[in-house]
């Protein structure tokens, strides 16, 4: 069972999720809090899985409180549930440790595979959320002075297949590959690379020319 806390301050939005969540055999949300400190206090009392952030959060925002999280309770995931859809704002939550970045609209369908993909270690973008993070990478400016890394043709393809938005069981059945095989592959991009989860690894691979 995947224990659950919810942190936003607007009722009608918890009380949905709970209706959502509360279909779900493998999902239980433990607690919920209406601001930061309210959540910090709930990670401290009991034992939970993973946290779902808004980032307008009283007291503590959802950027500080994701950054507490991933540093005093590394055990637990961070989703952020939000309807910031502005690049700065995707690029802090998943610099600070987020796992995952959905928006507030999103079908129930898409929230729940969300949970889902990032306890089983996967990072998850809503779509329109990696459209906003493609182009914000885009537009930064890049350093092609820098030393390229040499990729292996199978290690270009898994980079390719990630920037598309493929999970890692979906890498392995488009490549005909194990799942092992294909987490290997990206463990070695995050080592030739120097980056420490895949929003960085795209950053830099686009700044390397290594992805149009």
């Given at each position: 069972?995947t224990?659950i806390l919810?942190a936003?301050?607007?009722?009608i939005l918890i009380?949905?999720?709970q ?12 607690a ?14 009991q ?8 980032i ?6 959802g950027?500080?409180l ?10 637990v ?7 910031y859809?502005?690049?700065?704002f ?5 610099k600070a ?12 369908e898409?929230i729940v595979r ?23 990478l ?8 820098e030393f390229?890394?040499e990729?292996?043709?199978?290690e270009?393809?898994v980079?390719?297949?990630i920037?598309?938005?493929l999970?890692?069981?979906e890498?392995?059945r488009?490549?005909?590959l ?15 690379l ?10 830099k ?8």
């Amino acid at each position: 069972m995947t224990r659950i806390l919810i942190a936003d301050d607007h009722k009608i939005l918890i009380e949905g999720l709970q209706l959502l969540i509360g279909q779900e055999d493998d999902l239980e949300i433990i607690a919920t809090a209406a601001n930061g400190k309210q959540a910090l206090d709930h990670l401290r009392e009991q034992d939970l899985d993973i946290a779902l952030l808004d980032i307008n959060l009283p007291v503590i925002n959802g950027i500080e409180l994701c950054r507490t999280i991933t540093t005093d309770f590394p055990e637990v995931k961070v989703l952020a549930l939000t309807s910031y859809k502005k690049g700065v704002f995707i690029q802090q939550m998943l610099k600070a440790g987020a796992s995952g970045y959905v928006l507030k609209h999103s079908a129930a369908e898409e929230i729940v595979r969300a949970i889902r993909g990032v306890m089983e270690g996967e990072t998850y973008l809503n779509p329109s959320v990696t459209n906003t993070l493609m182009e914000t990478l885009r537009s930064q400016p890049s350093n092609h002075d820098e030393f390229v890394p040499e990729l292996t043709r199978r290690e270009k393809q898994v980079l390719t297949l990630i920037a598309s938005e493929l999970t890692t069981k979906e890498i392995a059945r488009e490549l005909h590959l194990s799942e092992h095989t294909v987490e290997s592959h990206r463990r070695n991009l995050l080592t030739k690379l120097n980056v420490r989860n895949v929003v960085g690894l795209i950053r830099k691979a686009m700044q390397r020319g290594l992805l149009e």
